[in-house]
DNA sequence: CCGTATCCCTTAAGATACTG
DNA sequence: CAGTATCTTAAGGGATACGG
């Protein structure tokens, strides 16, 4: 199953992946998410490092990618939402297997 | 299952699985020899775009990392062959749920 | 064949302060 | 509460040329 390009289908496929979830949070936030809807600071405060800058920039790339949905309530002060798309949903075969993963790592390696 | 900071231990065992696979190439790298050994050329041949100073760089981080194997062949000229290790070998779940991921990812928001 | 060595540029991302 | 704006630094990564 090769390319014309002499290149595995696959990696092409791994790497529309790669480009939609790049960077340090994306998966993070798409835990974080996964397990239950959350506001702004919510997340913020599940994530370790995270900064309230790169929180609003992710949020947003991931919502253009349809990955997440942003639900504002008309409130003072205001209240946002933020939930997974079904698409989103999907990751989460990705995220446990990373996850058991990310376990063996630190075995193996790290030595936590 | 929360941590004393407040935030779910899977978030902390999937940030240590990002920071070992972090960057564009190294999941890639990790493809590519998990469909079988290849020797540092052909590896470049199958990832588009990638240079050979990053491959090379990638190629130590994954070894020391132990996620490859580097075998040196005493030949002329030399023959270096790169092979996955049982903990590699583990990530290939991962790479699986990632292609399906993203070949759903083209239909839904890229358009392939 | 299998990489290294430079040089350079862009981008990610941290710190801090501030707003509707 | 839920973010923006601005500034700055560190690092990722590309192009090119060269070495054992």
Redesign the pocket.
């Given at each position: 199953m090769l390319t014309r390009e002499g290149c595995p289908e696959s990696v092409l496929a791994i790497k529309d992946a790669l480009e939609a979830l790049e960077?340090?949070?994306k998966l993070l936030i798409m835990l974080s998410l996964s397990l239950g809807n959350k506001?702004?600071?919510q997340i913020s405060k599940e994530i370790p490092?995270?900064?309230?800058?790169?929180l609003?920039k992710e949020?947003?790339t991931l919502e253009t990618n349809k990955l997440i949905k942003r639900t504002v309530y008309d409130t003072f002060?205001?209240?946002?939402e933020y939930s997974i798309t079904p698409h989103g949903k999907s990751l989460e075969k990705v995220l446990e297997e990373l996850y058991h993963w990310g376990q063996e790592h630190r075995k193996q390696v790290i030595g936590k």
């Open positions: 960077g340090r949070w506001r702004f600071k490092g995270i900064t309230d800058k790169m609003s949020l947003k002060p205001p209240t946002v």
